[in-house]
Nanobody, 123 residues
Framework: QVQLVESGGGLVQAGGSLRLTCTASGRPFSNYAMGWFRQAPGKERDFVAAISRFGISRMTGDSVKGRFTISRDNVKNALYLQMNSLKPEDTAVYYC????????????????WGQGTQVTVSS
């Protein structure tokens, strides 16, 4: 089992940047493909980005492509999401998730989830 804790959320103006961090503990971090998802109030959970176990492969959701970058550091057991050019529609709770399978844009493929961190982008 792996435990995930997100941090780095907050309030930022449109056009600004934030970097989210997800820190993992428990089983070896490199055992898992990792993903970021987000959920806005009243909406379904959406895929943001995913990265393979050693960072060789990445996927990015269409709505954030060119603005958000996912990365990981297996030595530090950390997953990152660099978010640039933020827009009000990026406002959501952001979750990191771990998958014992290959990276995926489907939340059903992920086995472990963090508690989420709130990102609010003001216009």
């Amino acid at each position: 089992q792996v435990q995930l804790v997100e941090s780095g959320g907050g309030l930022v103006q449109a056009g600004g940047s934030l970097r989210l961090t997800c820190t993992a503990s428990g089983r070896p971090f490199s055992n898992y493909a990792m993903g970021w998802f987000r959920q806005a109030p009243g909406k379904e959970r959406d895929f943001v980005a995913a990265i393979s176990r050693f960072g060789i492969s990445r996927m990015t959701g269409d709505s954030v492509k060119g603005r958000f970058t996912i990365s990981r550091d297996n030595v530090k057991n950390a997953l990152y999401l660099q978010m640039n050019s933020l827009k009000p529609e990026d406002t959501a709770v952001y979750y990191c998730a771990a998958s014992a399978r290959d990276l995926s844009d489907s939340d059903r493929q992920y086995d472990y989830w963090g508690q989420g961190t709130q990102v609010t982008v003001s216009s």
